[in-house]
């Protein structure tokens, strides 16, 4: 694409196509080959990739961040979406446009992210999932389970977060009765 910024130390793989208006900071791998492995016979086999990496137009990656190309489709990061450092995002993944992904989080394998959605740092993201549009993923959430639109979510497993703060209040006055805390 035109109009990038591409910073030193960035690793770039053949089977990437990059969009218009592009950042992407130091030490960034993208393209690089999954880790994905099929067991054969009781041995680990390395599944090959064909798959491609597609990253949208005006979207920022953070340093240290790297994004897998897929086994046999495409992993595909949407228009206008910023991803923070050292972000993990794995083979066959979709993130959808103006997305925001903090850093140390990480997206397995055929996951998805509707459009407009904030996962927020430390979060992890189970394979085969979809997160909903208009979603926001509170810090350190795991998330294991798809996720509709429009709903805040924290904890492991992910949940609702109001029901996860209603949660942890009867347990703190529960532990509190008890002569604990």
């Not at 030193?8 to 592009?22: M, R, Y």
């Not at 897998?68 to 595909?76: A, F, M, S, V």
């Not at 083979?91 to 996962?119: D, F, P, Q, R, Y």
């Not at 350190?140 to 805040?152: H, L, P």
Request: hydrophobic share 35%.
């Amino acid at each position: 694409g035109q109009n990038c910024h591409i910073k030193s130390g960035v690793n770039i793989e053949a089977e990437t196509c990059i969009g218009n208006n592009v950042i992407i900071k130091s030490g960034a791998r993208i393209g690089v080959d999954s880790f994905e492995y099929g067991l054969r016979d009781g041995e680990w086999i390395r599944v090959p990739n064909i798959g491609r990496v597609i990253i949208e137009d005006d979207v920022d990656i953070g340093a240290n961040t790297t994004i897998e190309r897929g086994t046999i489709g495409d992993t595909l990061i949407g228009q206008g979406t910023k991803i923070g450092n050292q972000v993990e995002i794995a083979h066959e993944v979709k993130v959808g446009m103006h997305c925001k992904i903090v850093a140390h989080t990480a997206l397995a394998g055929w996951s998805s992210v509707g459009n407009n959605t904030v996962i927020y740092g430390q979060c992890g993201v189970s394979n085969y999932v979809h997160i909903g549009n208009d979603v926001t993923v509170l810090a350190k959430s795991g998330v294991t389970k798809n996720i509709e639109d429009g709903k805040t979510i924290s904890g492991f497993p992910a949940s609702d977060h109001n029901g996860q703060m209603r949660f942890q209040a009867v347990l703190r006055n529960q532990i509190k009765n008890k002569g604990g805390m």
